[in-house]
T-cell receptor
Framework: SQQGEEDPQALSIQEGENATMNCSYK?????LQWYRQNSGRGLVHLIL?????REKHSGRLRVTLDTSKKSSSLLITASRAADTASYFC????????FGAGTRLTVKP | DTGVSQNPRHKITKRGQNVTFRCDPI?????LYWYRQTLGQGPEFLTY????????KSRLLSDRFSAERPKGSFSTLEIQRTEQGDSAMYLC?????????????FGSGTRLTVV
C-alpha cells in the first residue's frame, strides 16, 4: 500500500520558475526521501530528510519536513527543461513506500 | 560496476506463460528490493532481501510470484501463469544500509506486457 500522497498530481511551469511539490503521509516515519523518475526509467534518489530535521538543501533543491502536520515539500528553484520528470516522495518506517507522484513539465 | 542492472528491459508474454526477471545489484550492497509500478502510479513494494534471506513480502506478492537471491548477489523474480493485471514495470533497487540511513539505487526496470 502507498503511504504518501503528492500534490499536485501534475504541474506545468516555464523555465526559470520555481516548482513546489507537496507530500502528505499518514504514520510516523524515520525519514522521508524524494526521488525523480524520467519517463520509462528507474528512480533516482534526490534527497533524504530525517524525522528530526526540518529543512535540507541540495543544489537547486530544498526540502522541508513538518512531522506535526505529516507533510513535506520539495522546491526546485530556477527550473530547467531537463527537470521535466515525475517526482515521488517516499516515507520510511521499516521499508520504503512511495506516493503516486507529481508529474512536472518545464516548458523551455 | 555502474549501478543496478535489470534484464530484460522489456518482456512481452502471452497470458498463462511464466516469466523470470533478473536483477544484479551494486556488488557491495547487501540489501535488495523489488517494486512494481503501474502507469501513473508510484512504485509498490513487493519484497526485500538482506543477503540471501527474504525478510519481507508484500501481500501483493501472490502465490504466483516468487523471488530468490540464492547467493546473496543477483536476484530473480518469477511470475507463474501470468495475467493481464501483471502488466507493469518491475523495479529492482539495492542499498548498503537500511532505508532509515540511506537512499536506494534503482535499476531501469523490466517492463512486462501480458497479452
Amino acid at each position: 500500500s502507498q503511504q504518501g500522497e503528492e500534490d499536485p498530481q501534475a504541474l506545468s511551469i516555464q523555465e526559470g520558475e520555481n516548482a513546489t511539490m507537496n507530500c502528505s503521509y499518514k504514520t510516523s516515519i524515520n525519514n522521508l526521501q524524494w526521488y525523480r523518475q524520467n519517463s520509462g526509467r528507474g528512480l533516482v534518489h534526490l534527497i533524504l530528510i530525517r524525522s528530526n530535521e526540518r529543512e535540507k538543501h541540495s543544489g537547486r533543491l530544498r526540502v522541508t519536513l513538518d512531522t506535526s502536520k505529516k507533510s513535506s515539500s520539495l522546491l526546485i528553484t530556477a527550473s530547467r527543461a531537463a527537470d521535466t520528470a515525475s517526482y515521488f516522495c517516499a516515507t520510511v518506517v521499516h521499508d520504503m513506500r512511495f506516493g503516486a507522484g507529481t508529474r512536472l513539465t518545464v516548458k523551455p | 560496476d555502474t549501478g543496478v542492472s535489470q534484464n530484460p528491459r522489456h518482456k512481452i508474454t502471452k497470458r498463462g506463460q511464466n516469466v523470470t526477471f533478473r536483477c544484479d545489484p551494486i556488488s557491495e550492497h547487501n540489501r535488495l528490493y523489488w517494486y512494481r509500478q503501474t502507469l501513473g502510479q508510484g512504485p509498490e513494494f513487493l519484497t526485500y532481501f538482506q543477503n540471501e534471506a527474504q525478510l519481507e513480502k508484500s501481500r501483493l506478492l501472490s502465490d504466483r510470484f516468487s523471488a530468490e537471491r540464492p547467493k546473496g548477489s543477483f536476484s530473480t523474480l518469477e511470475i507463474q501463469r501470468t495475467e493481464q493485471g501483471d502488466s507493469a514495470m518491475y523495479l529492482c533497487a539495492s542499498s548498503s544500509r537500511g532505508a532509515s540511513s540511506y537512499g536506494y539505487t534503482f535499476g531501469s526496470g523490466t517492463r512486462l506486457t501480458v497479452v
